[in-house]
Structure formats: C-alpha cells, structure tokens
Nanobody, 119 residues
Framework: QVQLVESGGGLVQAGGSLRLSCAAS????????MGWYRQAPGNQRELVAR???????DYAASVKGRFTVSSDNAKNTVYLQMNSLKPEDTAVYYC?????????????WGQGTQVTVSS
C-alpha cells in the first residue's frame, strides 16, 4: 500500500502563486511516476502535470509556462509550483502516483487539496 498526502492548497488572488507538495509513504514500493490532477465542479478530473522518476515531464496545455512540476526521488515527494494563477485554475487538486509494489503495479490517489483563485 502507498499513501499520498498533499499539502499547500489555499486561497490566492489572480496572478498569485501557490506551491503544492505530495509525499508518498508505505512499504516495499517503487514510484514510477507522480503527478497532479485537478477537478473543478461539474468537470472531469484532468491531468495538470506529471513527472517520471527519470525527470520527464508532461503538462496540460492550459498550464504550460505557468506551472512547474518537480520531484525529490529520495523523499518520494512531488511538487507543483503554480504561478500566474487564474480563476479557471480553481479546483480540487489531487496527487496521483503509479507505483510498483510486491503485489503488482497500482495507481494511488491523495485526498485532494482545494485551490481557489479569486478574480
């Protein structure tokens, strides 16, 4: 089992910045990649950004140039630096990870953290 714990959400004005963190813990697991997803009311959950343990990154078109995903593999932690935030970035942000365990490869999710951007 892998547990993901997020932190860093909150309320910010448009144009401001926030940094999200997500730490993975458990036993006998190896992270393949970690990332951030978001879900706004009435919308489906969508990929924001993700990063492999090798450092390859992938971003949603809507956040390219504003958000940066990074990781600390030694700490099994992923970060999302969000700059130039817009009201449309308002959503619950979820940390997601694909990890290999002794029982197989599974996807894991955090509980989510609310990000609200006021205009």
């Amino acid at each position: 089992q892998v547990q993901l714990v997020e932190s860093g959400g909150g309320l910010v004005q448009a144009g401001g910045s926030l940094r999200l963190s997500c730490a993975a813990s458990g036993s006998r697991f190896r992270i393949r990649f970690m990332g951030w997803y978001r879900q706004a009311p009435g919308n489906q959950r969508e990929l924001v950004a993700r990063i492999t343990t090798g450092g390859s990154t992938d971003y949603a078109a809507s956040v390219k140039g504003r958000f940066t995903v990074s990781s600390d593999n030694a700490k099994n932690t992923v970060y999302l630096q969000m700059n130039s935030l817009k009201p449309e970035d308002t959503a619950v942000y979820y940390c997601g990870s694909t990890a290999q365990t002794i029982d197989g490869i599974f996807d894991y999710w955090g509980q989510g953290t609310q990000v609200t951007v006021s205009s």
